[in-house]
């Protein structure tokens, strides 16, 4: 047994190219903020030779004409549903509220996704082909998930290793040795107070109103593993529960909210 487990302890060894503490340097640190991931360690996995240039500008070239395309669509599409969706508002009409939430849900969704290329994979590669950084796994097939715990897993992998490793490893591993359950919901807490500080700020809204909607995760992800439980991941039940909750009503339903917020902040 020790044998074997000596064995597996190797299998699993990770080799850094730089050794404690030839890492504490003002250039390894450097690299560290510069590099697409969040969470440290003494050196990075790093690809051979000189930067491909062409790579690197089809990368650049991506932003630029995304950045353009997200630009026109929200001036001609979605500002004008905005407006009118205050107006809705003002006048408590709930018919015409919907129709306006739900006309936005296809520009919501198109300029989300653009913004994700966008970043996930123009940007963030971009960037680690500056730094010759091997490591290209930014999000997996989101788009494919069986529940919503998944696309949370998937979308996202910096944000992701980083709230696994520094918010629920410590709290569900000794001496805390919590259960997962209390790791899962305080993860969320974090991620939902983050959430409503980076919306919340620069549209001088603090209302709560994107905590809300990330703690309303939490049942809508119990809600989705028990679909794939009674119908199996083949029915595809929680990823259409995804899709309709979070693309369809959550995303445009936000945007409304702040939108009207700061505008009656700012008449």
Known sequence: KKAETEEKAA?????YSVAYPDNVTVKNFGYFWLAPT?????????????IR??????????????????????????VPTLVGSVQAIDKRDGFWLSERVLKLSVISATVWFLGFYAVFHAGLNALAEV??????AFYLDWWNSVDLAAYWREWNLPIHYFCKRHIMMP????????????????????S???HELLF??????????SFVGMMMQIP????????????????GLGNAVFWISFCIVGQPLGVVQYYYTWVKNNP
Not at 62 to 75: A, P
Request: proline residues 8%; aromatic residues 12%.
């Open 11 to 15: 299998r699993y060894q990770i080799l």
């Open 38 to 50: 969040l969470c440290y360690q003494p050196s990075y996995p790093l690809l051979p030779g000189p």
């Open 53 to 78: 240039k062409s790579f690197l500008a089809k990368r650049v070239a991506e932003l630029v004409i995304i950045g353009l395309t997200m630009y026109v669509l929200i001036q001609q599409y979605a």
């Open 131 to 136: 730094l010759r950084f091997a490591d290209r």
């Open 171 to 190: 709290l569900v591993s000794a001496p805390l040795s919590l259960p997962v359950n209390v790791g899962v919901m305080f993860t969320f807490l974090v």
């Open 192 to 194: 939902a107070i983050m």
């Open 200 to 209: 919340g700020i620069p549209t001088h809204c603090l209302r709560g109103y």
């Open 220 to 235: 809508l992800i119990q809600l989705t593993q028990w679909l794939v439980r009674w119908r199996g991941p083949e029915s």
